[in-house]
Antibody
């Protein structure tokens, strides 16, 4: 059974940083693309970042470029999202998901809540 | 960015009746290899989204055959042949061809 478990969410002040983690199991982690998606009540689902199997290629939505960095540790079956210079509009539930093929997200984590407030 | 639109944004359905959701994209989702990267997700209340249909019409493992997808290019439809109580939630279409990947706004389905 595939499982993805996010952690690291919490309350952070505007301008602050947070590092999200996603621990995976149940599949050959190093063979798969992983993606981060966030959900706010006002903006629905928003694709945030994508990282390829070896971690050398990454893509980001424009609104987070230069502030967020995706990375992965295939030895630990984990993917990360380093979020810097956080803004109010970054507040959301963040999900990691296994991207099997061109946006086909077969497995999702339970999400971790990020709150940005002073 | 490719903009995805969905209609209607909400739908109230009598159990056993059909339901359809339309999804349109501002650019074609047809890849040069012949595949079309339009996927449907359902987020049930209190749960993470789950894959229902991928590449327009392919049902994901375990998805009941009352769910079907159709369409091509920029116009797509998700159809539930006979809605059941467990089908309530928000349905999202998503395009996977053009970066950044984008979702539709969601269609909330509830039971009358």
């Amino acid at each position: 059974e595939v499982t993805l478990v996010e952690s690291g969410g919490g309350l952070v002040q505007p301008g602050g940083s947070l590092r999200l983690s996603c621990a995976a199991s149940g599949f050959t982690f190093g063979n798969h693309w992983l993606t981060w998606i966030r959900q706010t009540s006002g903006r629905g689902l928003e694709w945030v970042a994508l990282i390829n199997p070896d971690g050398n290629s990454k893509w980001y939505v424009d609104s987070v470029k230069g502030r967020f960095t995706a990375s992965r540790d295939n030895a630990r079956d984990s993917v990360y999202l380093q979020m810097d210079s956080l803004r109010g509009e970054d507040a959301a539930v963040y999900y990691c998901a296994r991207d099997v093929d061109w946006g086909r997200l077969e497995d999702w984590g339970q999400g971790t809540l990020v709150t940005v407030s002073s | 960015d490719v903009v995805m639109t969905q209609t209607p944004l909400s739908l109230s359905v009598t159990p056993g009746q059909p339901a359809s959701i339309s999804c349109k994209s501002t650019q074609s989702l047809l890849h040069s290899d012949g595949r079309t990267f339009l996927h449907w997700y359902l987020q049930k209340p209190g749960q993470s989204p789950q894959l229902l249909i991928y590449e327009v019409s392919r049902r994901f493992s375990g998805v009941p055959d009352r769910f079907s997808g159709s369409g091509s290019g920029t116009d797509f439809t998700l159809t539930i042949s006979r809605v059941e109580a467990e089908d309530v939630g928000v349905y999202y279409c998503m395009q996977g061809l053009h970066p950044p990947r984008t979702f539709g706004p969601g269609t909330k389905v509830d039971i009358k």
